[in-house]
């Protein structure tokens, strides 16, 4: 599922161009291939190591981190433990002197659960983030054809239409800069430019290929035209 060059090219022009009345300081969303390779490399985790004193080795964010890997709480990683560290050329070690001598106050991950709701109710067979060196945008969540996918949270309609690679997919702007995007759908119900409420139908789950039964959404969050990990912001559970 290969996103053109040229395609993308017009759709971030029309983006640009479009803009969006309700919502005049959010970018709408520009959209990669649905997956692309990124580099870095693993953290094994050692003893006396935490998330924040990985990601200061690194000098990279911690919620950055977080996101990428599900650690929506810092007691969760434990020695042993991989952790993808996105631009890393190499494992770095995490030198205790260092360590104790930053007198920085620990960043603390950020969670926003019930900030946006479900889309749709299923099984999510894919995760946000990094496999086999390629990330993941978004998450597939698993339903029958035809389901009906709800708007996450208010907004206005920035897109509807077909992207190749994505399908028909729907793009919903959203207060504080977020969007959400609804991809792999059997038909749009809504169009751009329409103001839709929380919990709206807008469109139903459809399937890219054969076999039926593996219709899914495939469902993003994205602040300043930033993917951001669903799970970080949906109701858990």
């Keep these: 599922m290969k996103l053109s060059k040229k395609l ?13 009345a309700m919502f005049g300081k959010a970018k709408s969303p520009i959209l990669p291939d649905t997956k692309q390779s990124v580099p870095g490399s693993y953290h094994t985790v050692q ?20 996101e990428l890997n599900n650690i929506k709480d810092t007691s969760q990683i434990k020695v042993g433990d991989k952790i993808f560290i996105p631009g890393a050329g190499k494992a770095l070690s995490v030198s205790p002197a260092e360590a104790a001598a930053d007198k920085t106050p620990p960043e603390k991950i950020i969670n926003r659960p019930g900030l946006f709701i479900w889309p749709v109710r299923g099984k999510v067979v894919e995760e946000y983030g990094i496999y086999g060196g390629m990330k993941h945008d978004g998450i597939n969540i698993k339903a029958a054809c035809g ?7 208010e907004g206005i309609v920035a897109f509807s239409g077909v992207l190749e690679g994505y399908g028909n997919t729907i793009i919903i702007e959203h207060k504080e800069n977020y969007a959400t995007v609804y991809a792999n759908n059997q038909k749009n119900l809504v169009e751009k430019g329409q103001t839709v409420a929380k919990g709206q139908k807008i469109a139903e789950v459809g399937a890219l290929s ?19 990990n669903p799970r970080f912001y949906l109701p858990r559970g």
């Design 8 to 20: 993308l090219l017009v759709f971030c022009t029309f983006l640009l161009l479009q803009g969006c």
């Design 147 to 153: 389901t009906p996918v709800k708007a996450a949270k």
């Design 210 to 228: 054969e076999p039926k039964s593996s219709t899914y959404l495939h469902f993003q969050i994205r602040c300043d035209n930033k993917p951001r």
């Design 47 to 66: 003893k006396k190591d935490s998330l924040w004193k990985i990601c200061r080795a690194y000098g990279i964010s911690l919620q950055e981190v977080a």
